[in-house]
């Protein structure tokens, strides 16, 4: 059924309070470190001080004796597994290089790499320990930027690394893992009948997804194997899946249990503790409670990738573009699998250009394998084709929501990477943005005005879902994805919608994977999309089971059953005269009528419309310190229909923070070792609420017709947009083109000198 | 290593631990005392999420050592509600979806009851500057801040009255 006639709906489109909101106001939620069990074990892991070494020998000897220590493991005691995609996570990832980022074996490749970990029986003692165990090194040279891992003469971190994508095959292994193009018309011919070219090179930094909560885990594994997994992750089943296959045991003697968690952007969709967790539960046959610091978390885990985007684009004097060229290179971390596919695809997405070629390059270097982050890949090729836009509009002196609106992608538009896009938004982000009332507030001396667009492809997926129907005519949902930011609600709202029923008697938990068909994990803003599409129509199947019990109470067939606002009444005088059922008298009644009342519904949800955003950002400069002030900030997107308005408005601001975050403040500084040095958020600054001002987040509802109610992921393309945005506007304030991330203020400071030469005072 | 028997308020209940010199508080009320509501964001005084409040001031659990609150009194998370009532700033978080994934959520509301208790009458800026020790990843404060201000208004119509 389709629910597409917002008129029409109760329900979707309110603003109810979240189910598990109370829960999380008062502390009473439990995240993934709230989680104890009796005789439980405490573990710590020690991590590699070098950016790349070969591990020569590991001594337990001496952590061994601290009182209190009851296991160590280290690479031996995990199966060394050989190399295979894998099939789980959100970016690509191969299961031996999954297997070595937990637990590193012969070689380590970053600083913060794990080799060994302790359990004992309190934290004390296993910290003790940890500093116990000895590693010795042989330190090899080390590489950090991507363009320097890609030199000839660059340490090569894999000796099996032979590039993919190039012919002839690469005899010499290398740092460059893949190679990829896409083509679209040709660019040769586009070019020579350009008569402006702008060409232009950007770099963006790789920053950490910094959700406030450290991974997390209790694991219990006992001596007939069956395993307990508590733990704060994007997918229950992802932990299930990567910890059977990396300590080789059966999926079915592995339970995992979602924690609530603590944010996670993408960076929760691998696992990092729980296998170690489960090795030392093993060894000890006690639950091992596994708990990351802050450090960790910065030395150990994400980021997103950072690297450089080489754009040319060629235009007609009118604006519209002629070819369009694009070279990406993208930081991988110390294992292959950046997501520099998806930043290829996204870049010219959102226009119809005739003629492109993209090539993107996946680079290895000393750093922390990359994890997934917000629309994985798409912020930083947008940060260089926005921001070459924004210069072409300058030079030929057109608006740039105009120039967008000139080459704005339309249904039908075929993309760069092949597939035909249909119901597309994208043109009435633009409408929307040039009608906001913030574009017709003036601006004063120091200050500008920015425009970015941003595409995300959205995804579906599997997802289970089931609708139970309690004896009082109340109902239970249970799904399988992590509610990350309010999904519960969501779903609780589509099936009361459905049902006919108020939105509180529908109480929604996410389920075990012992509980609940598969689902694929949060991520892919899939999941109002796909698990909202499962519970919709697992709530229609339980309407129809509704029908033909009050059809059974009243003896007439069930098409003589229509059901509205929560009853059942019989469908025409024809039907024969019955006072309608609520569905409190049918559940109560269903013991007599054929048993419990439920549905479960398990799909492969296609169809998830494309994102398309448009964002506006005012700053202020200040000349003296370089500093950036985000005056105001205008989010608009298309999110197809907000099934609850308040946490789509939510995940765009937050999204526009992040990327504010990453277009002025955010990166990694490492020494000359190759060492992390700002493993913390004192060093490492993610905005604070005194850095923002309120966020406009403009909605524009152009319903997804592959969805029951319209709904398109909302998620990931608020922060595609921003950097590219705010660049763009401190090039309005002050003329000054920042072409590499972060705009931190020494950096921005020392563009302005160059325009205005600082006098010295004797001058 | 003896342990150090402290004997404090909590929540309004009058408590007594043991702990070790070296712990600090929110080690104290996570592991010995079970309230988790304060959460370990950083362990550095840098994000804010095991915010309590101690003697009336907002204080880093932690920063601070178990051992310190000795003869004071601090209120959690678990204590801002008056049992089955949620204190003003705890509904308008809840109204206003100022919260994503929730981590961060107890050390925002007990910190903006704290401003609360003291500047019954922000300005946002001043909401802002005093929330900037709290990090959240996910909303972008925009909610926060609006749930701050409103729940500010409702303590100051309850307060005339």
């Not at chain 1, 995609?85 to 380590?108: H, Q, T, W």
């Not at chain 1, 590039?163 to 011919?189: C, L, M, R």
């Not at chain 1, 960076?267 to 091992?288: C, D, F, I, N, W």
């Not at chain 1, 459905?498 to 999941?527: N, W």
Request: hydrophobic share 40%; aromatic share 6%; glycine share 10%.
């Amino acid at each position: 059924m389709s629910y597409l006639d917002k008129a029409a709906l109760k329900i979707v489109g309110t603003r109810p309070i979240r189910p598990d909101g109370v829960d999380k106001v008062i502390g009473r939620a439990s995240f993934g470190a709230d989680y104890t069990m009796p005789g439980m074990l405490w573990a710590k892991v020690k991590r590699s001080p070098h950016a790349h070494a070969r591990i020569l020998k590991i001594d337990t000897s001496k952590a061994e004796k601290v009182p209190g220590v009851r296991a160590i493991v280290t690479a031996v005691d995990f199966p060394d597994i050989p190399s295979e995609e894998a099939f789980i996570g959100e970016g690509p990832m191969n299961f031996r290089d999954l297997s070595r980022n937990c637990m590193a074996r012969d070689k380590v490749l970053y600083d913060g790499h794990a080799v060994a970990a302790v359990a004992a029986t309190s934290n004390a003692a296993a910290e003790e320990a940890v500093d116990l165990i000895e590693v010795e090194y042989e330190v090899l040279p080390h590489v950090i930027e991507v363009e320097a891992a890609m030199a000839p003469d660059a340490p090569v971190l894999h000796d099996d690394m032979f590039t993919q994508g190039v012919e002839p095959k690469p005899t010499k292994p290398s740092n460059v893992a893949k190679k990829i193009t896409f083509t679209k018309g040709d660019t040769a011919k586009g070019f020579a009948e350009a008569e402006v070219v702008i060409e232009r090179k950007y770099s963006t930094k790789p920053v950490h997804q910094a959700y406030i909560e450290p991974h997390a885990c209790v694991v219990a594994v006992a001596p007939d194997g069956q395993t307990t997994i508590w733990s704060s992750s994007q997918g229950q089943f992802m932990v299930r899946a990567y910890c059977a296959k990396l300590l080789g045991v059966d999926m079915a003697n592995v339970r995992a249990t979602p924690a609530e968690i603590g944010g996670g952007f993408g960076g929760k969709t691998l696992v990092y503790l729980e296998p170690v967790a489960m090795a030392l539960s093993k060894k000890t046959g006690r639950p091992v409670k596994l708990v990351m610091s802050r450090e960790e978390v910065f030395r150990g885990t994400g980021p997103a990738a950072g690297g450089t985007i080489e754009v040319k684009i060629g235009a007609k004097k009118s604006g519209r573009i002629v070819a369009a060229e694009l070279v990406l290179k993208f930081q991988a971390g110390a294992f292959a699998g950046s997501p520099v596919g998806p930043g290829c695809m996204c870049a010219f997405a959102p226009y119809d250009l005739d003629n492109v070629f993209i090539t993107g390059y996946d680079v290895v270097s000393n750093r922390p394998k990359v994890a997934a982050y917000r629309a994985p890949g798409a912020p930083n090729s947008s940060f260089g084709v926005e921001s070459c836009l924004d210069e072409l509009a300058r030079e030929l002196g057109i608006d740039p929501l105009a120039l967008r609106e000139m080459n704005a992608a339309r249904d039908g538009t075929k993309t760069p990477y092949g597939p035909t896009l249909t119901n597309v938004g994208y043109m009435q982000t633009l409408e929307a943005a040039k009608n906001h009332p913030n574009l017709q507030i003036p601006l004063g001396p120091n200050q500008g005005r920015g425009v970015a667009s941003g595409f995300w492809f959205n995804i579906g997926g599997e997802s289970s879902a089931s609708v139970h129907v309690n004896e009082d005519g109340t109902v239970a949902v249970v799904e399988g994805n992590p509610d990350i930011g309010g999904s519960r609600a969501s779903m609780a709202m589509m099936a009361a919608e459905v049902l006919g029923i108020p939105y509180e008697k529908v109480r929604p938990v996410v389920g075990d994977t012992a509980s609940i068909g598969f689902t694929f994990l949060t991520g892919g803003s899939r999941v109002t999309f796909a698990t909202g599409m499962a519970v919709t129509q697992a709530a229609e199947k339980v309407v129809e089971q509704l029908k033909s019990r009050a059809a059974a109470i009243w003896d007439i067939s069930a098409e003589a059953v229509e059901w509205k606002d929560g009853k059942a009444f019989p469908a025409g005088a024809n039907a024969g005269s019955f006072e309608p059922l609520s569905l409190a008298d049918i559940a109560m009644k269903s013991g007599r009528t054929g048993g419990p009342i439920t549905a479960e519904v398990s799909i492969n949800a296609q169809g998830a419309g494309p994102g398309f955003a448009t964002h506006v950002c005012d700053v202020e400069v200040d000349r003296e310190t370089g500093y950036v002030k985000i005056l105001r900030y205008t989010a608009v997107q298309d999110v197809g229909r907000a099934i609850h308005p308040s946490y789509v408005e939510g995940q765009i601001q937050g999204g526009v923070t992040q990327g504010v975050g990453w277009a002025l403040n955010e990166e990694y500084i490492y020494d000359k070792n190759g060492c992390l040095e700002n493993a913390g958020f004192l060093d490492y600054r993610i905005p604070v609420a005194s850095d923002m001002p309120m966020i406009d987040a403009v909605m524009v509802e152009v319903p997804n017709p592959r969805h029951p109610f319209g709904a398109r992921g909302v998620g990931e393309v608020p922060i595609v947009p921003p950097m590219a945005a705010v660049a763009n506007a401190i090039a309005d304030a002050v003329g000054a083109r920042m072409r590499d991330l972060p705009m931190s203020p020494p950096k921005l400071r020392a563009e302005l000198d160059e325009q205005d030469p600082p006098r010295m005072a004797a001058e | 290593m003896s342990k150090h028997h402290v004997t404090t308020t909590i929540n309004g209940e009058p408590t007594e631990y043991l702990c070790e010199a070296q712990q600090s508080m929110l080690d104290v009320l996570r592991d010995e005392l079970g309230l988790t509501g304060s959460k370990e964001g950083c362990s550095s005084g840098d994000c804010g999420a095991c915010t309590v409040i101690c003697d009336g001031d907002i204080v880093c659990s932690c920063l601070m050592l178990g051992v310190e609150a000795e003869g004071r009194s601090i209120t959690t998370i678990e204590g801002v509600a008056q049992g089955d009532k949620l204190h003003p700033v705890q509904q308008k978080f809840l109204e206003h979806a100022a919260l994503q994934c929730g981590f961060c959520t107890p050390g925002f509301i007990v910190a903006a009851k704290a401003l609360l208790d003291q500047n019954p009458n922000p300005t946002e800026e001043e909401a802002r500057y005093w929330l900037a020790g709290n990090l959240c990843r996910c909303t972008g404060y925009d909610k926060i801040l609006r749930a701050v201000m409103d729940a500010a208004e409702v303590m100051r119509a309850e307060a005339a009255q």
